[in-house]
Structure formats: structure tokens, C-alpha cells
């Protein structure tokens, strides 16, 4: 194909792919949306003005019937317009369950079956949602996170946070109004817990070491706390602070890739914690496979920092979902509370990166299924 010809297959495509929107948004019968799809419209297309696709089209229009065709022939579940909301976004909008419920599951099959293909393949395939495979800053890429200065400062509200740079911007890796969260998990994790007198703990990631400070202050204190943690700032404040002199604690120096053949020899945890940063949902899951080998028995509670697409519903609701769908896989049933992190203070961030936008956060409980 020439350059004259190619130029006029795209022009094609984008008529053809204006016309279905534009058909959508004039409510036209679905028959004729259905023909101008097999004349060969792109689902992928969104139009120039906005930047709709047909399947945003169809939430707007709140034609379930179109929606779940759309959905059949391929159309790409998140896909963001120019207002940066996904058809599912415009489904909540309208508060319209059963259109935003199809796009969800649209969304957790795909995903499902990329973790699929990613198991299957060398090298990993990251999962389509946040973190791409093209962003080698510190915030998707460990050894450039490992590599890269850390920064612990105070925010507006006295708070300390401890940031990195990543490309242009900073991103927090851990930020102070996290500590309700943290909380709320060590609350879940540990009250009433059968072997709360003689708690034998893991947590990856110390961070600003705010959860094992929880921990560390619980009515009887653990009698044994292993900390993972890799990056070598956070390990030189962990000294300064005196971890290392604390009873009970084991601190490993490395990432929890490098130490899980000696955690797996330990094993027996009545609770593991897994936090880390710029590592995305394969990582998490591999680590997932793992708690069942980890963990003392059904008593045994497991969490995870449930922060993957936080900065859209839509995303949030598909990782949450697929979280709970392979744990289940692996036996370990997940009960999920809501953690309000609303907050008008549109100073949390200061000048990083946001990434938690959302008014609640899901916080998740595992236990061994042993059904
Ligand atoms: C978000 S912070 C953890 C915050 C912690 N939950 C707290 O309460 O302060 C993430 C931590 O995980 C560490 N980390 C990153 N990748 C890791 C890995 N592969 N294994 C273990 N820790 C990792 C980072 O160095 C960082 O200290």
C-alpha cells in the first residue's frame, strides 16, 4: 500500500468510525448500528470533538441492548474520553447498575485474561490498566525506583510523606493522610485474633513505617515482626529510628522476590501485610500465590495496600474485583470494608503525582477458604 492509499484508509476508517458515534448519539435503531458496525466502523474510534467512543456513546444514550453488543464485537472497555471519564464512568454518572455492571465485567475479563496470557509468557506482560510497560520512571520500574533518591519532608499539615521523582513529576511513595488506612487494616488484621497474644507478623514494604509502628504499639506486641524492605534510604532511616534494636524484629534488607525462600522456611505468619511501590497487579498476584505457603492456618489473616487504579472508579472496581477473583482461586476468601479517605484538604499531595482520587478506599481481609 502506498502513502496515498494509506492516507485514504485512515480518512475511511475515521468517517466510518465518526458516523457510528454520531449514529449512537442520535439514537439511531440499533439494526443500523449493527450494520454500520459490520461495514467494518471502529469500536476503537473516538471522535475528534470529545473524544467519545461508541460504547460512551451508548452509556450516554443508557441502551444496555447496545452496550452488551458493542461489548461482543470488541469495543474497548477503558477507553477514556477527553473529561478522562470511561463509559463506565458515564454509566455511574447516571446511576445506571446494569450498563455499568456489563462494562465492569467487560473490564475483569479482559484483565483476567491478560493475567492469563502474563502467566504464560516470557517476558511479563503488564496489565492494561495504569501502569504501562513504556514507563521505566521510578514509580513503574523497581530497579529505577531502587536506584533513585528518596526524599522524607513534612506536608502542609505537618505530616510526613516521602517522595520520589519519577521523569517530571515527584510521586509519593507513602503520604501521611495513609495513616487512617493503615489504621483500619491493623484494626481488621489483628482485633480479635485468635493468636493475638503471640502475633507472628509480616509486612512488606516499611516505607514511612507507619503500619509497623501500629504493630509495634498493639496491646501486646508481636513476638515476632519480619519487615522486608529493599530500598537503602528507608533501610538507613529504619536504623536511625532503632528498628534494629527492637525485640522481635527481623528486618530483611531486600526485595520480597530475593527473601521468599527464607520467609517460606519461616512460614507459620498469623498475618501478612503486603505494601510496595511501583510494582503493578502481576507482581501483586505473584505475591498472592504465595500467602496460602505463608500463612499459620485459618485463623491466619492476610491484607494488601488495595491501590491499583485508584484514580478512576471504574479501574478500581475491576482490580478490586480481579483481586478477589484470584484469591479465591488460591482458597483465600476476601471480605472487603470501606475506609472513608474523602477528604477537602486538596493540599494532600502537595506537588506529587495523585494517585488515589477516590472517596473510599476497599480494604481487603483475606482468610484461608478451607471449604
Ligand atoms: C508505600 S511504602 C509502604 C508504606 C507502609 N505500608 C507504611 O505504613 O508506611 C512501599 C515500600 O515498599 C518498598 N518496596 C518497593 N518494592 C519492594 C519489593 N519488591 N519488596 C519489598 N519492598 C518493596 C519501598 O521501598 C517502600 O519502602
Same mark, same amino acid.
Given at each position: 500500500?502506498? =502513502? ?122 503488564? =496489565? ?84 509497623? =509502628? ?158
Amino acid at each position: 500500500m502506498d =502513502s496515498s492509499e494509506s492516507a485514504d484508509t485512515v480518512h475511511a476508517l475515521t468517517e466510518l468510525g465518526e458516523l457510528l458515534v454520531d449514529s449512537v448519539l442520535r439514537g439511531e435503531p440499533f439494526d443500523t448500528i449493527k450494520h454500520i458496525v459490520q461495514e467494518g466502523a471502529p469500536l476503537w474510534y473516538q471522535n475528534e470533538s470529545e473524544g467519545l467512543s461508541a460504547l460512551h456513546a451508548a452509556a450516554y444514550m443508557q441502551d444496555a441492548e447496545l452496550v452488551q453488543f458493542l461489548i461482543d464485537e470488541g469495543a474497548v472497555w477503558n477507553s477514556m474520553d477527553n473529561m478522562k471519564n470511561t463509559a463506565g464512568d458515564i454509566a455511574l454518572s447516571f446511576n445506571n447498575e446494569a450498563v455499568y455492571t456489563m462494562i465492569r465485567n467487560a473490564g475483569i475479563r479482559a484483565e483476567m485474561l491478560l493475567a492469563l496470557l502474563a502467566s504464560r509468557s516470557e517476558p511479563e506482560e503488564p =496489565s492494561s490498566l495504569v501502569i504501562r510497560s513504556e514507563d521505566v520512571t521510578a514509580a513503574a520500574s523497581t530497579d529505577a525506583f531502587l536506584a533513585s533518591k528518596l526524599k522524607f519532608i513534612k506536608d502542609k499539615n505537618g505530616q510526613e510523606i516521602c517522595v520520589v521523582k519519577a521523569g517530571e513529576d515527584e510521586i509519593g511513595v507513602m503520604m501521611g493522610w495513609e495513616q487512617n488506612i493503615m489504621q483500619e487494616t491493623v484494626k481488621s488484621l489483628c482485633e480479635g485474633h485468635e493468636s493475638a497474644n503471640s502475633l507472628k507478623i509480616l509486612n512488606i514494604g516499611f516505607g514511612l513505617g507507619i503500619i509497623d =509502628s501500629l504493630f509495634q504499639a498493639l496491646p501486646t506486641r508481636p513476638i515476632t515482626h519480619y519487615i522486608v524492605e529493599p530500598h537503602p534510604d528507608v533501610i538507613q532511616r529504619m536504623k536511625e529510628q532503632g528498628w534494629y534494636q527492637k525485640p522481635g524484629v527481623k528486618i530483611l534488607e531486600c526485595k520480597w522476590q530475593d527473601s521468599i525462600q527464607d520467609l517460606l522456611a519461616v512460614g507459620g505468619f498469623d498475618v501478612v501485610y503486603t505494601d510496595t511501590f511501583s510494582e503493578d497487579y502481576n507482581a501483586l498476584r505473584a505475591f498472592f500465590e504465595l500467602v496460602p505457603d505463608l500463612l499459620a492456618g485459618p485463623e491466619s489473616r492476610f491484607s494488601f495496600f488495595n491501590g491499583l487504579g485508584a484514580t478512576n472508579a471504574l479501574f478500581y472496581d475491576v482490580y478490586t474485583h480481579l483481586a478477589e477473583l484470584h484469591l479465591s482461586d488460591i482458597g483465600i476468601e476476601v471480605k472487603w470494608q470501606d475506609v472513608s479517605v474523602y477528604n477537602d484538604n486538596s493540599d494532600r499531595w502537595g506537588s506529587t503525582r495523585e494517585y488515589f482520587l477516590l472517596p473510599m478506599y476497599r480494604l481487603p481481609i483475606g482468610t484461608m477458604n478451607l471449604m
